[in-house]
């Protein structure tokens, strides 16, 4: 009887031990389960991270021009010529050759926050066009813009014009323009034309006059 109890507890032993056997394997696989959830998650994490990555790569490769914008006006100074910033955007870290139509070309590089910015020197009044290229991936934009001429030429000559008609004497006054002549309200300067043969010929009746009377005093004296 008691070899059979021994051995009855040996059994409920050897029972307790296949329970725990069983509950270890289940902790086991729980694990792994674990672990597996755990790599796909880490997975899932690296793809979102390479995909975004992968969309700002793609947002801030294209070049683009922001100033002037196409088709803007630009006014010259007074010497008909201006100088004209370019500004623009692109890939951090990359080189932008940018080009003006007459051939005049620069290259900057674009700083950390995507931004470059050029400046031509001495552009001529005129429609123009500018390009700027991308040496990374060869991407491009172009604008085109124009110089307009000073207009500050039109206002002298404007001015000149009203000087000159003030010069004239217009109204009802009447002077002299400083060379002799006589100017009339309406502009027009004497000569003097008329006066003069007026003037000869009273002259002329003066010294006839006179030699009139000498005559007639000798005769009267002899």
């Known amino acids: 009887a008691d070899d059979n109890a021994e051995a009855n507890d040996n059994a409920d032993d050897n029972a307790e031990a296949n329970d725990n056997a069983d509950d270890n394997a289940e902790a086991n696989d729980n694990a792994d389960d674990n672990a597996e959830a755990n790599d796909n998650a880490e997975a899932a994490t690296a793809a979102d991270s390479d995909s975004s990555s992968d969309g700002d790569?793609?947002?801030?490769?294209?070049?683009?021009?922001?100033?002037?914008?196409?088709?803007?006006?630009?006014?010259?100074?007074?010497?008909?010529?201006v100088d004209v910033p370019v500004k623009g955007t692109g890939n951090p870290g990359d080189?932008?050759?940018?080009?003006?139509?007459?051939?005049?070309?620069?290259?900057?590089?674009?700083?950390?926050?995507?931004?470059?910015?050029?400046?031509?020197?001495?552009?001529?009044?005129?429609?123009?066009?500018?390009?700027?290229?991308?040496?990374?991936?060869?991407t491009e934009s172009t604008v085109g813009f124009t110089v307009t001429a000073a207009t500050g030429g039109s206002s002298a000559s404007s001015d000149s014009g009203s000087t000159a008609d003030a010069s004239t004497g217009a109204g009802t006054d009447s002077g002299s323009d400083g060379s002799g002549a006589n100017v009339s309200g309406g502009g027009l300067a004497s000569t003097g034309a008329t006066i003069l043969p007026l003037g000869l010929a009273a002259l002329a009746l003066m010294l006839v006059g006179g030699t009139a009377v000498l005559i007639a005093r000798r005769r009267s004296v002899s």
């Open 57 to 81: 790569d793609d947002a801030s490769s294209d070049v683009t021009i922001t100033s002037p914008t196409d088709g803007q006006d630009i006014d010259s100074s007074d010497n008909g010529s």
């Open 95 to 138: 080189d932008v050759v940018v080009t003006l139509d007459d051939g005049d070309s620069q290259t900057a590089t674009v700083d950390e926050d995507g931004n470059w910015s050029v400046t031509f020197e001495d552009v001529d009044p005129g429609k123009h066009t500018v390009t700027a290229s991308q040496e990374s991936d060869g």
